[in-house]
Antibody, heavy 122, light 107 residues
Framework: EVQLLESGGDLVQPGGSLTLSCAVS????????MSWVRQAPGKGLEWVSV????????YYADSVKGRFTISRENSKNTLYLQMNSLRAEDTAVYYC???????????????WGQGTLVTVSS | DIQMTQSPSSLSASVKDRVTITCRAS??????LAWYQQKPGKVPKLLIY???TLQSGVPSRFSGSGSGTYFTLTISSLQPEDVATYYC?????????FGPGTKVDIK
């Protein structure tokens, strides 16, 4: 059974930093690109970032470019999102999502975690 | 960057009605288009990929069509369990943009 479990969400002050983790099981992690997708309270889905299978290729939404860093540790079946210079508008539930197909950056998502809440407020 | 729009933003229909949601891309994305369903308080669920391929386990009343810049998601006979927000997503290249969503409820 495929499982994705996010952790690390918290209340943080504007300008602060936070690292999210997503521990996965039930599939061969290093065969699939992975993404972070967020959803602000009462709002739609916003794609944040994607990382290739080996971690060499990463892409970001303009809204987080230069502030967020996606990474993965294939030996630990874990995906990360390092978030710096956090703003109020970064407040959202952050989901990790698994690519539905192997070995490509043309990514859509067949499994999602339950999400972790990040609140940026003073 | 390519922008994704959806229409309508919300709709209300009766059980067994045929419902169609439209998704438009500002540039040609070939058929690199997926549809998701998100029920209230739940995680998004993949319905359709490659614009028209039904994900395994998804009821056959859901169908997708289109290519290029114009796409549709159709529910042939709306059921109460279909109350949800539906999102399209382009995946030809990054950014992997989602549409703004269409909220569907029962009249």
């Amino acid at each position: 059974e495929v499982q994705l479990l996010e952790s690390g969400g918290d209340l943080v002050q504007p300008g602060g930093s936070l690292t999210l983790s997503c521990a996965v099981s039930g599939f061969t992690f290093n065969n699939y690109a992975m993404s972070w997708v967020r959803q602000a309270p009462g709002k739609g889905l916003e794609w944040v970032s994607v990382i290739s299978t080996g971690g060499l290729s990463t892409y970001y939404a303009d809204s987080v470019k230069g502030r967020f860093t996606i990474s993965r540790e294939n030996s630990k079946n874990t995906l990360y999102l390092q978030m710096n210079s956090l703003r109020a508008e970064d407040t959202a539930v952050y989901y990790c999502a698994k690519s539905a197909i192997t070995g490509t950056a043309r990514v859509y998502f067949d499994y999602w975690g339950q999400g972790t809440l990040v609140t940026v407020s003073s | 960057d390519i922008q994704m729009t959806q229409s309508p933003s919300s709709l209300s229909a009766s059980v067994k009605d045929r419902v169609t949601i439209t998704c438009r891309a500002s540039q040609d994305i070939n058929n690199y288009l997926a549809w998701y369903q998100q029920k209230p308080g739940k995680v998004p669920k993949l319905l359709i990929y490659s614009a028209s391929t039904l994900q395994s386990g998804v009821p056959s009343r859901f169908s997708g069509s289109g290519s290029g810049t114009y796409f549709t998601l159709t529910i042939s006979s709306l059921q109460p369990e279909d109350v949800a927000t539906y999102y399209c997503q382009k995946y030809n290249t990054a950014p992997l943009t989602f549409g703004p969503g269409t909220k569907v409820d029962i009249k």
